[in-house]
C-alpha cells in the first residue's frame, strides 16, 4: 500500500511544476507584440508606443529603448555636430514609424536602469539596423560609451559591455538591482 504523505507529495509536485509552466508561458507572452502605435520619439534610440491588447498600466505610452544602437544626445550634446546629427536620428525615426503600416516589438526585455529595451521592426525592417546603415547610430550594447559624435568618426570601436564590479542576482531573468546585502560570515 503506497504512503499517504508519498501521494501527498506527488500532487504538490505536479502543481509546482504546473505553476512554474504557466509563468514561464505568461513571461512569453509579454516579449513580442505586433501592430503597436507610434506615439513619438523622444531622440534617434528612444521611442514611445502604445500596445493595443496589453493593459493600460504598462500598454499605454510604452517608452523603448532600440536594442543594440546609440544615437547622439540631444539635450546632453558636446557641440553642434553631435546636436545636428541628433536631430538628424529623432527626425529620421519619426518620419520612417509615421509613414510604417505595421510596428511590430521583439524580445522586449528590461535593460540597465530598468528600461525597456526591444528591437523595434517597421514594414517587415530592423529600425535598429537601418540607422546604423545610415550611419545615424553606433552599435551599443550597454557598455561605456567611447564614441565621440563631434569627431564623426565611424570607425571608432563598437561599444562592448562592461564587467560590473558586482553582478545582481538573476530573478526569472532580470537583474535585481541593488543586489541583497551580503550575509555575514
Not at 508606443?49 to 540631444?74: C, H, Q, S, W, Y
Not at 525592417?125 to 569627431?151: T, V
Amino acid at each position: 500500500m503506497i504512503n499517504r504523505s508519498l501521494v501527498l507529495l506527488f500532487f504538490l509536485f505536479l502543481s509546482v511544476i504546473s505553476l512554474l509552466s504557466t509563468a514561464t508561458a505568461s513571461e512569453k507572452e509579454y516579449e513580442n507584440f505586433s501592430n503597436v502605435r507610434y506615439i513619438s520619439n523622444y531622440d534617434g534610440d528612444t521611442i514611445t508606443f502604445d500596445i493595443p491588447g496589453a493593459p493600460d498600466i504598462v500598454g499605454k505610452n510604452m517608452a523603448i529603448r532600440i536594442r543594440g544602437i546609440d544615437t547622439p544626445e540631444l539635450k546632453r550634446n558636446k557641440c553642434q555636430a553631435e546636436k545636428k546629427m541628433a536631430l538628424q536620428a529623432k527626425n529620421r525615426v519619426r518620419s520612417l514609424l509615421r509613414k510604417a503600416r505595421v510596428i511590430n516589438l521583439h524580445n522586449i526585455k528590461r535593460g540597465k536602469y530598468f528600461r525597456f529595451i526591444a528591437d523595434v521592426e517597421f514594414d517587415g525592417k530592423d529600425l535598429g539596423q537601418l540607422l546604423l546603415k545610415e550611419k545615424l547610430a553606433i552599435e551599443y550594447f550597454g557598455g561605456r560609451r567611447d564614441h565621440d559624435w563631434c569627431k564623426n568618426d565611424y570607425s571608432a570601436p563598437v561599444s562592448r559591455p562592461r564587467r560590473p564590479a558586482i553582478t545582481p542576482p538573476l530573478v526569472d531573468g532580470v537583474y535585481v538591482w541593488p543586489p541583497p546585502p551580503a550575509q555575514p560570515k
